[in-house]
């Protein structure tokens, strides 16, 4: 699977974004996808993904905030973030797996980055 991220861009605290992650290739249905982020001077961190199954996780920090979605005939997943705050801040990257799981290193197939920036 392909991946290609976008959406990034500048937001002020309170405000909202949308991610997207296009995805090519003809099994995107069968794959686990999730977003991850990596801030500046720290590790790569999970952030949501999404099941064949549509079923969503998320990291304890964006829960309430962020929703995660996919459209399996367009072969794209959102990231919905609202009410950002300042430790958003960070390149956000999809990924492509097929466990279920928030561990990086399950991810086979990853999207060039995005970057969010959320003035304080």
């Known amino acids: 699977v392909q991946l290609q991220a976008s959406g990034g861009g500048l937001a002020q605290a309170g405000g909202s974004l949308r991610l997207s992650c296009a995805a090519s290739g003809r099994t995107f249905r069968n794959y686990v996808v999730g977003w991850f982020r990596r801030a500046p001077g720290k590790e790569r961190e999970f952030v949501a993904r999404t099941t064949p199954g549509t079923v969503s996780h998320y990291h304890d920090s964006v829960k309430g905030r962020f929703t995660i979605s996919r459209d399996n005939v367009k072969k794209i997943v959102y990231l919905q973030m609202n009410n950002l705050k300042p430790e958003d801040t960070a390149v956000y990257y999809c990924?492509?797996?097929?466990?279920?799981?928030?561990?990086?290193?399950?991810?086979?197939?990853w999207g060039q980055g995005t970057l969010v920036t959320v003035s304080s």
């Open positions: 990924a492509s797996a097929l466990s279920d799981s928030g561990w990086y290193i399950a991810y086979a197939d």
